[in-house]
């Protein structure tokens, strides 16, 4: 059913609410190379600096404070900072760039300077946009990477191997979910359209009958010797492993079928109902729509040519309009009762406050696969 289950940790977020600066470099109303973009987070709380991440950088023998900024594209140094460091014979170079703030005001900078700074016993050279202005001193992105004081997370896997082994059953196979049957519903009035099959390269030939061959071992694919109205054409496409993807090009068809217009879920809709997440799972459904059968009817609708003769699909095919519609129908009213599971159509995100949380949940959410399998 599933092709893989990752579980990783996310940062705690401060829930109050922040407010965010953005500085951007903008000339004559356009958006040039030189232009620079930073983010200055300012909570509107009292105490909000207790939550703000700052870092004491040395040049020479003078400590400067500096606020991590992660959204930020440069460093910035105000030029009361910058006299603080006594460096005369730092050379300011002109900068074209204009620091456009988050409302409205323009700020034109002195100019850039580049400082050797030292962190930890390290030694590094940074460039600072310099400002006249009293803003806080900004360390941006690249140089937090670069001094290590943040680090890319992707993931933390946390024992995965145990829950394989006790749903094994779910990781393995294409996986089909039971008492589903899906209709393609089409214009009553429509035509029905027939293609000739398309060449094929002799390159291509065993490939796609190899192809062919394991698609109908696995029971998306059937036979077909008897007339149907609708015959598509094949499209072959290569993938990374230099394997071929076979398909059905259903342009024709998706003109008359009718959709089932179910709301689809997006990134920010589901990060919003996360509030308290800190764990989570990705399950990814193993060719998804393929885990869904047709009505006989449908899978004459879904027929293709090939130099080998005509096959049927027997399970949703991948590119028929309604298909992502009808999938995350599917999967939401099979995983709806279930709190902290989210659906963005072959996707499921399992989330917890804590690992506890997520592993019941996680749980349920396998046990409830297993149940649907025929």
């Not at 059913?1 to 953005?22: G, I, L, M, W």
């Not at 200055?40 to 003078?62: A, C, Y």
């Not at 100019?111 to 806080?136: A, H, I, M, R």
Request: charged share 30%.
């Amino acid at each position: 059913h599933f092709e893989r289950v990752c579980r990783a940790k996310q940062r705690q977020r401060d829930s109050r609410p922040r407010e965010v600066n953005v500085l951007g470099e903008f000339e004559d109303g356009k958006v040039s190379e030189d232009d620079l973009l930073t983010f200055s987070v300012e909570s509107n709380n009292e105490g909000s600096s207790k939550n703000d991440w700052h870092v004491q950088l040395k040049f020479g023998k003078t400590d400067l404070n500096f606020k991590l900024d992660t959204g930020a594209d440069c460093n910035v140094i105000s030029q009361s900072s910058f006299e603080q460091l006594s460096l005369t014979n730092t050379r300011i170079f002109k900068n074209k760039s204009k620091l456009k703030m988050f409302d409205g005001r323009k700020i034109t900078p002195k100019g850039k300077v580049s400082l050797e700074c030292e962190y930890k016993g390290k030694f590094t050279v940074l460039d600072f946009v310099l400002v006249e202005q009293d803003l806080p001193s900004i360390l941006g992105l690249k140089s937090c990477l670069e001094l290590g004081l943040v680090k890319r997370v992707y993931s933390l896997e946390v024992d995965p191997p145990k829950i394989e082994t006790e749903f094994s059953d779910v990781f393995e196979g294409l996986g089909e979910i039971k008492d589903v049957q899906y209709q393609i519903k089409i214009d009553p009035v429509s035509i029905p359209v027939v293609h000739p099959p398309r060449r094929v390269t002799m390159a291509l030939r065993k490939p796609l009958e190899e192809e062919l061959r394991r698609m109908e071992k696995l029971g998306v694919i059937e036979k077909k010797n008897e007339p149907t109205a609708w015959v598509h054409s094949l499209v072959i496409a290569r993938k990374a492993n230099n394997k071929i993807r076979v398909c059905m090009d259903p342009s024709d068809l998706n003109k008359v079928v009718m959709r089932e217009h179910f709301p689809m879920q997006t990134v920010e809709e589901v990060v919003s109902r996360m509030p308290n997440a800190k764990v989570f799972s990705v399950l990814d459904a193993n060719h998804g729509f393929w885990q869904v059968k047709l009505a006989n009817e449908s899978s004459n609708l879904a027929t293709f040519n090939t130099p080998f003769g005509r096959y049927s699909y027997k399970r949703l095919p991948f590119g028929i309009a309604s298909a992502p519609e009808v999938f995350q129908s599917i999967m939401s009213n099979m995983f709806s009762d279930i709190e902290g599971v989210e659906v963005i159509v072959d996707d499921l995100v399992v989330w917890g406050e804590d690992v506890t949380k997520h592993d019941e949940r996680l749980r349920l959410v396998l046990e409830r696969c297993r149940d649907k399998k025929p």
